[in-house]
């Protein structure tokens, strides 16, 4: 009963995860699309079953950098597949799966400067967006993202906008993309976006930087702050006359404290929008059996976001979530890279 609970409150349940047979498992039972990152495709090669596709792509000459993307365009095809009549049922409005460009663009032991951060993003999101109905395409909300939002917005690519933990972020990513969405050449009929916000990751720098908090508002920041990044997006887009919804992702819903519930987040935040939940999450949820109703409108009372307001510097959890983020990133991919590179040494 539980997913089905959720869902019926009007969430979309996108697995946080292109794992082929999780992939299959999670969509009998009513998930409707899937995002991935380089954390989930080093993790899914890892275990061995792409050994020999791994020696194909070697064989046909590929490097490692390239046999590893090679990879991720083809999990995440997989798991398109999979969704697509959702995506055709909807129209455009579910059934999406994301893909992730390359976090090394903004890695500190690669430095590009602005101008070709934001070119190598564009160059990749319409190489990995081309052909491709129900793919979605992340761009971390940096000053690079932001910037190129706008051009691959006008290009016709469907955004994903990732690493979003403030609401400055939100701001400077919407109006990016609504810029760039207008010069589409087709118009906007078809023009859908999504915005990430990373709840659990806000709760981890509150509990070690803020440990002053009252118990009262210690452990809420994170769905506090995104439930009014929700109403702010619900705010901006109601007057723009758009046939598909431009929704928040509810992200990183995953608990990280032990001592709470694992539907922490799924259950406060049921009733709209799209929440991606990892497959240990769905499960934890589908075994509790409850029933949810509708909470993402809901806050917490007015002497906690008063106190949240008071003590959450947001310049400096945005430069530390966004450091952290990017480094956690960042590392999965050399990770993978390096994994394809023993691979190709074992396979001589």
Known sequence: MSLKSVIDTGTKLWLDGVKPDQIRSNRALGITGATSNPTIISQIVANGQFDERIAELIGRGLDDQAIAWALDDELVQSAQTVFLPAWEQTRGNDGYVSFELDPLIEDEQNPLSQAERVQRYVDLGKKWSAGHKNRMIKVPATPAGFEAMEELAAQGVTINVTLMFTARQYRAASEAIWRGARKRPDGLDHFKSVYSIFISRVDVYTAKHLPHLSPAAQGIVGLANAKEIWKENQAFWKDKGLQLQQEIVFASTGVKNPAD??????????????????????????????????????????????EIEQSVDQQAMERTLMEEGLAKFAAPQKSLIQLVREKRTSHR
Not at 269 to 276: F, N, P, R, Y
Not at 287 to 297: E, F, I, P, Q, S
């Open 261 to 306: 519930p694992p539907d922490k987040y799924v259950e406060a935040l049921a009733g709209s929008d799209i929440m991606t939940v990892p497959p240990e999450t769905l499960e934890a949820v589908q075994k509790l059996n409850k029933r949810y109703g509708r909470t993402v409108g809901h806050m917490p009372a007015k002497p906690v976001l008063r």
